[in-house]
């Protein structure tokens, strides 16, 4: 995971990309929005390209980006961020991050109306004033306001990527404490929701060392604003995206009792304590405890707790009481699925489109970063005109530039794919001619999200040549809703042998868990991607891990787990259904 400090800088260059935009300098806004990605998407800490002299070799950072990123290491500001933040009202910044809330929009709404801040704003688009604008209406003005409180129930939560980040870094600090004995996160981080409050990290120590670690922790150069500090927790807000951090420091004989309680979730814990106490034994955060005596029975490790009511002990991602409980009860919990056992990446984006970096450079990172037998490049196919997607022509040429890169490389780790468009009637972007060419392909929706799609995605599995469909609901947090799909898509995905994804990207994590339950439960194969478009983004594989895990799948459940010979014969097997020559 990258370093705060590259966000930071891209956080600050997005905001003067808006800005320029905002003044009409769309050379400058273009600028500025390419060197935000760039940081974004740097595998290291852009320090280190500092102290090494290869800043100016990043592609997409020119001198005057460069020179800013010097001047904020060295100085924590940015002089022309500063001076240009007050050409623009102070809540528009803000605002720009909003879909449909674009600096052209905001603009044109400041100039016809004087509006200058948001709650002027929302008025102005509630009484019917926006709508009266040329070019507006009343359904842009609605899916605006739709828009907006998409975006501030997103702001009041972390992505689970955003609060892992977060999280290994202040455990990581603490961790340089040789006094603190345990240490994890707990609450639904540790459950590892796609959305997380507040992060709960619990520690054990002896007595005598609470109050340095207690201090040290409030201490912290992360930590914004002390909120509570007392004998056995503190409470902060941190810097990075305002967040409170709750530290508690637990007794090393309750650590598994108390590490139980406050991962959770209520339902699991309710549920749990429950069965105990129809049992005659009593669970609470200091242990288990038999009910009559009041005899003290387990609570230093959590295996111990579940152990001691006759259970399995039950991984973290499924305390959601959906059928957990009763299931280690009989001792018929799944082996879920582990981010050692994923052979390769189904779904990445080069430079071809709309990823960042060259064929090469992506199969060279994966040889150094990974242990993969497999990585299948997936660019966007023509329909994705703002991905400058592929046609049939470039296709082609792309399958020769694969095979020279796994010339270079000596091996095949490169195999050949697309991510095709699904239209409006259920075909394909492409021409089965061109798919059959290929090792696999991911069939995917991006536009007319505002329908239930179940139609199309079922007609695009009926394809011989399809093989998954890519983030199959559409989402983005924060900015737009899941379309609307029927359960059908299980029983075709089923019948045909195709594949759903689970899509890694931070702002998707597609399909969500409970499909992902449902998936599993039906018999539907699925594929873990991390719908890469730069180096640093293959990482975010960890998410969509965590995601299987949490709809219960198992190894045997996602394809991704299986070598590239068993892969080849799953895409054989579904061409063979359709009466395709293999």
């Not at 997380?196 to 922790?217: A, P, Q, S």
């Not at 489109?353 to 450079?361: A, K, R, S, V, W």
Request: glycine share 6%.
């Amino acid at each position: 995971m990258y370093q705060n400090i590259n966000k930071e800088i891209a956080k600050i260059f997005r905001d003067m990309s808006h800005i320029y935009e905002f003044l009409d300098d769309k050379f400058r806004a273009l600028a500025y929005q390419k060197a935000a990605q760039v940081l974004e998407d740097l595998p290291d800490d852009v320090r280190n390209y500092i102290e090494s002299g290869k800043l100016d070799e990043i592609r997409g950072i020119g001198t005057h980006t460069a020179e800013k990123i010097v001047e904020y290491v060295k100085t924590g500001k940015i002089q022309k961020y500063e001076e240009l933040k007050k050409l623009v009202p102070p809540d528009f910044l803000k605002l720009m991050e909003v879909p449909g809330f674009g600096p052209k929009t905001l603009k044109k709404i400041h100039q016809e109306l004087g509006i200058s801040t948001k709650e002027e704003l929302i008025k102005a688009l509630k009484d019917g004033r926006v709508a009266k604008i040329k070019g507006f209406g009343p359904k842009k003005v609605e899916n605006m306001l739709k828009g907006l409180e998409l975006f501030e129930k997103s702001q009041a939560r972390l992505t689970l990527w955003e609060a892992l980040e977060i999280s290994n870094i202040i455990v990581e600090k603490l961790k340089k404490l040789k006094e603190i004995k345990n240490i994890e996160v707990a609450g639904s981080l540790r459950r590892r929701k796609e959305t997380i409050g507040d992060i709960d990290i619990l520690i054990t120590c002896d007595d005598k060392d609470r109050e340095k670690i207690i201090n040290y922790f409030v201490n912290l150069e992360d930590v914004k604003e002390v909120l509570a500090k007392g004998d056995t927790k503190a409470s902060v807000i941190i810097k990075e995206k305002d967040r409170q951090v709750d530290l508690r420091v637990l007794k090393q004989e309750e650590w598994g009792s108390g590490l139980q309680y406050f991962t959770g979730s209520k339902e699991h814990n309710v549920h749990l304590r429950d069965y105990a106490k129809s049992i005659g034994l009593k669970i609470s955060e200091y242990g288990v405890f038999d009910s009559k005596t009041g005899e003290k029975i387990a609570g230093e490790t959590e295996e111990s707790v579940y152990k001691a009511v006759g259970m399995q002990w039950i991984p973290p991602e499924l305390r959601e009481d959906r059928g957990e409980i009763e299931a280690a009860i009989s001792g018929k919990l799944p082996i879920l699925v582990e981010l050692s056992d994923i052979k390769g990446d189904f779904h990445c984006h080069s430079n071809w489109t709309d990823g960042y970096n060259t064929i090469l450079e992506i199969a060279k990172y994966i040889k150094e970063n990974f242990k993969y037998e497999y990585l299948v490049i997936t660019d966007h196919s023509k329909a994705v005109r703002v991905a400058h997607g592929l046609t049939e022509e470039d296709v082609l040429k792309q399958i020769e530039e694969i095979d020279k890169v796994n010339k270079i490389l000596g091996y095949p780790l490169l195999k050949k794919g697309i991510e095709v468009d699904i239209m409006l009637d259920g075909s394909l972007d492409l021409p089965d001619e061109i798919l059959a060419k290929l090792d696999w392909v991911v069939a995917s929706i991006h536009t007319h999200f505002n329908r239930d799609n179940t139609d199309r995605i079922v007609k695009a599995m009926e394809n011989p040549y399809v093989n998954v469909i890519g983030h199959p609901t559409g989402r983005i947090l924060g900015s737009r809703e899941s379309y609307q799909l029927s359960d059908e898509i299980f029983k075709v995905a089923k019948e045909t042998g195709t594949a759903l994804e689970i899509n890694s990207q931070p702002l998707r994590m597609d399909l969500p868990d409970v499909m992902v339950k449902k998936a599993v439960e039906s018999g539907v194969k699925l594929v873990i991607s991390s719908d890469s478009h730069s180096l640093s983004n293959f990482h975010y594989i960890q998410l969509g891990v965590y995601i299987a895990r949490r709809g219960w799948a198992k190894k045997e459940d996602i394809i991704n787990t299986l070598s590239w010979q068993e892969v080849e014969k799953f895409v054989k097997n579904k061409r063979k259904k359709f009466g395709v020559k293999v």
